[in-house]
DNA sequence: AACACAATTAGACCAGTCGTCTAGAGAGGG
DNA sequence: CCCTCTCTAGACGACTGGTCTAATTGTGTT
């Protein structure tokens, strides 16, 4: 209704496209007029919403954060479980969006991570705080899981949740490669020992 | 001097320029005029030499590959040496290689591997082979040392050589977006019990 | 109803893309 | 000495890229 409003709805259809369409192809390999098509907004629009296809970028790597850490907040929170279920519930939801059928798992993280953290600096920035919102939910869930008795770790939960992070992140890449789910296996079993979890 | 060296030579200082640039900038947002020129060949005998981007691509990967793989080769039968310290070695170089201050580490297959394989199925495969190249070397040293009792794991050694390889890929995307090479400190310390290493 | 002003769009713009194609340069064999 | 065949040369075509200016549309106030 108000102009506000649909300005905002067109914003973020625009970035819904491309948050599908980059999740696929990447970065430098789409064309603003692709999305702007899939989006329904002529072409001429797109100065009005963003800047340039870099700070177009920015937002769509900051708008994707936004949303899955909200998510991840609510995995870890999750109530009448014990933080090592959570976190095991965290990476099993994680394997089945990647490992989907569409062979497009929506991550853009690992996605772009690595086509875009040398070509736009404002990019990488929004890559770095929105990993190390993650890997920060992580630590504090695994400590949470130490003090309650569920998760038993050798070194200090910071340093356990970027390990982990990593061990997944690579998983993840292998995955595309292989476009097997495979690798999540294999994370998956690491993870439980690494938290001194029962094997599944 | 014979038609045959110099033919070999051009192709390879087109591959060897494109390296460079892609380890920098990724495939889709490099053009071939760019790798051209700086390698100083023509346009016109590009064609001659490879069939499309695509095909060169998957050249590309084909051949960094094998380099690299003869490297790792001798880099795990260094004489005069535990298994366990070969290991230890190949990951030492890795995060010297990728940590240095010219901030594009060459390792190509940490570069492509989420643009690519979505892209090409042929480069895709490369990549596959590649890799499964190194997961298998890392498997039989490891394999080695435990033989030789220089190396104690808990899982099966080609489970473990997958892990860690998992493990230093994601590391190194994280190195990529934080611009630090702290992930590989993580990594080398979670490798090191992973492997029942005494610590550094 | 008419105006001012902001929000939005159409389309031009040029640099750059991949790939093609026609000439010709250069070397080896006879 | 010529003929042939590999390789070089770079202009060219058809097209897409991101960006910007100029015009259009819409809204709210008088």
Redesign the pocket.
Known sequence: M??AR??ID?RQNILAAAQQIMAAKGFSA?????ILVSAG????????YFG???AFGEALLAGYFEDYLTALDSTLAEPGLSHAVRLMNYWQRWQDSQGSLDCQGKCLAIKLAAEVSDLSEAMRLALKSGTTGIIERLARAIEAGVAEGSVVIEDKPYATAEMLYYLWMGASLMAKIRRTPAPFETASATTRRILSLPAH
């Open positions: 108000s102009v649909d300005t067109v789409v064309g603003l007029n692709e907004v002529p072409k001429g629009s797109f100065y009005h340039s296809k870099e």
